[in-house]
T-cell receptor, first 112, second 114 residues
Framework: NAGVTQTPKFRVLKTGQSMTLLCAQD?????MYWYRQDPGMGLRLIHY???????AKGEVPDGYNVSRLKKQNFLLGLESAAPSQTSVYFC???????????FGPGTRLTVL | AQSVSQHNHHVILSEAASLELGCNYS??????LFWYVQYPGQHLQLLLK??????LVKGIKGFEAEFIKSKFSFNLRKPSVQWSDTAEYFC????????????FGKGTLLTVNP
């Protein structure tokens, strides 16, 4: 099993550009999450999904959109990137919401 | 809303020293508690978890944590640290009130000097 994978690993964008980050899991987990990690801030939840076709806002959703069309995939979109979105983005999945989460390797995004 | 506090931002130890990292949470009901570790440049990995039962939980790599319900605490301990334990450590909690997600503390950076 590959676990949780993320594409791409690194990306540099210019302000105003758009992009989509892909998260895939092969553990048949119902719950999936997108976090951003910034120095001194820990992990902050952007959006999450409790099942295929569902999404919900987390702690810091502004400027991001998500979709969960297939159970194994959770996409995070930035429609118009801003320098404040420079961060490391982690995807995670869990069989149940209260259980441990399994994390992907992260995507390092720089917005110039 | 639940919250998680990690008291130490950065801890510096020498090899063989004992470690204790503090974690306190704010929720008063039933909780599930976790400690994750993030080695430099890597993703978060689970160290240990507590759901119920024995409040002293043993995890991987010689780590353990003790759940003290009366103090709302879940402190992480290791009797003798190694240079390879240099990493950032995150405490997290899920609760009955919002059991679809984990709330993470801001993390404690541990530096172990050889």
């Amino acid at each position: 099993n590959a676990g949780v994978t993320q594409t791409p690993k690194f990306r540099v964008l210019k302000t105003g550009q758009s992009m989509t980050l892909l998260c895939a899991q092969d553990m048949n987990h119902e719950y999936m999450y997108w976090y951003r990690q910034d120095p001194g801030m820990g992990l902050r939840l952007i959006h999450y999904s409790v099942g295929e076709g569902t999404t919900a806002k987390g702690e810091v959703p502004d400027g991001y959109n998500v979709s969960r069309l297939k159970k194994q995939n959770f996409l995070l979109g930035l429609e118009s990137a801003a320098p404040s979105q420079t961060s490391v983005y982690f995807c995670a999945s869990s069989p149940r919401g209260y259980n441990e989460q399994f994390f992907g390797p992260g995507t390092r995004l720089t917005v110039l | 809303a639940q919250s998680v506090s990690q008291h130490n931002h950065h801890v510096i130890l020498s090899e063989a020293a004992s470690l204790e990292l503090g974690c306190n949470y704010s929720y008063g009901g039933t909780v599930n508690l976790f400690w994750y570790v993030q080695y430099p440049g890597q993703h978060l990995q689970l160290l240990l978890k507590y759901f119920s039962g024995d409040p002293l939980v043993k995890g991987i790599k010689g780590f353990e944590a003790e759940f003290i319900k009366s103090k709302f605490s879940f402190n992480l301990r290791k009797p003798s640290v190694q240079w390879s334990d240099t990493a950032e450590y995150f405490c997290a909690v899920s609760s009955g009130g919002s059991n679809y997600k984990l709330t993470f503390g801001k993390g404690t950076l541990l530096t172990v000097n050889p």
